[in-house]
């Protein structure tokens, strides 16, 4: 059984929190400990607030919200 979690943008800060992530004053995605290391996909691209999409099962792997990450990341999870 698959085990899906969503939330809308007002517990993006709590979700991101769970997992030992917060957002910076320029907005960005960022390890909570290290606020100057951004957290990035797997493809390498950092995340904005307003493009997370998600934290999938695994080590974390944070998603952005635009079509080739969710593509990415349905694939994923097929295999």
Not at 21 to 33: A, L, M, R, T
């Given at each position: 059984m698959s085990?899906?979690?969503?939330?809308?943008?007002?517990?993006r800060a709590?979700?991101l929190d769970?997992?030992?992530?917060?957002?910076?004053?320029?907005?960005?995605?960022?390890?909570?400990?290290?606020?100057?290391?951004?957290?990035?996909?797997?493809?390498?691209?950092?995340?904005?607030?307003?493009?997370?999409?998600?934290?999938?099962?695994?080590?974390?792997?944070?998603?952005?919200?635009?079509?080739?990450?969710?593509?990415?990341?349905?694939?994923?999870?097929?295999?």
């Amino acid at each position: 059984m698959s085990l899906k979690i969503t939330f809308d943008d007002s517990a993006r800060a709590f979700v991101l929190d769970a997992f030992g992530k917060k957002i910076s004053n320029d907005g960005f995605v960022v390890e909570k400990n290290h606020a100057n290391q951004k957290v990035v996909t797997p493809r390498g691209e950092e995340i904005k607030a307003d493009e997370f999409a998600g934290i999938r099962k695994g080590s974390i792997v944070l998603l952005k919200s635009n079509i080739v990450s969710l593509i990415e990341a349905a694939e994923a999870i097929k295999s």
